[in-house]
């Protein structure tokens, strides 16, 4: 399913930089990012309980930072888009509840993620798809494994994060 197809158009922007600021990107980040989350998640078909529970397990900042830490520890980001994550690590925001649990480093690793994310969307749609599908979100994978090792074994989002990665890796090898 191409990006064309589902993910809404975004507005035409030559500069998003100069446009809107680091939070604003993040936001429609956010957005964009869980939009994928739900589509991944979206067979097979399920209740809405359980359609959330993997939504959130993936879209928590916790899950976001370690897809994050794949994308640079496989150096796939350009300079650019690197520098994209910076600027974007210095997000404020009110949610300390959030920063709380997770600690200031990851929250604001997980913002500049939401904030390249952002910024794609509204820059280049096929390089987010491209970043996308490197995460392992893809409507065509099969979660039901990793599902089921993570409620077995009441697993945090940072331990499904990492047997998403491990599972897209095995996807991507046959």
């Given at each position: ?12 922007v ?34 809405i309980?359980?359609y959330?529970?993997r ?19 496989d150096?796939?980001l350009?300079?650019e888009?690197r ?7 210095n997000?404020t925001?009110?949610k300390?509840r959030?920063?709380?649990r997770a600690?200031v ?16 969307y509204?820059k280049?749609v ?9 995460l ?17 074994n009441?697993?945090s ?5 990492k047997?998403?990665?491990k ?8």
């Amino acid at each position: 399913m191409g990006y064309e197809r589902w993910l809404p158009s975004p507005p035409k922007v030559d500069k998003p930089r100069s446009v809107y600021n680091a939070a604003s990107l993040a936001y429609i980040g956010d957005c964009i990012y869980e939009l994928y989350a739900r589509r991944h998640f979206l067979f097979p078909p399920l209740n809405i309980d359980d359609y959330n529970d993997r939504v959130m397990s993936v879209v928590r900042c916790e899950a976001q930072d370690e897809l994050l830490q794949t994308l640079l520890a496989d150096n796939y980001l350009s300079a650019e888009e690197r520098d994209i994550l910076k600027w974007g690590k210095n997000v404020t925001t009110s949610k300390s509840r959030t920063k709380r649990r997770a600690g200031v480093a990851v929250y604001n690793r997980a913002s500049s993620l939401e904030t390249l994310i952002g910024y794609l969307y509204l820059k280049n749609v096929k390089r987010l798809e491209d970043i996308m599908l490197k995460l392992g979100f893809s409507s065509g994978a099969s979660m039901d494994s990793i599902l089921k090792d993570s409620n077995e074994n009441s697993t945090s989002s940072s331990q499904v994060a990492k047997l998403f990665k491990k599972q897209m890796a095995t996807l991507a090898a046959q």
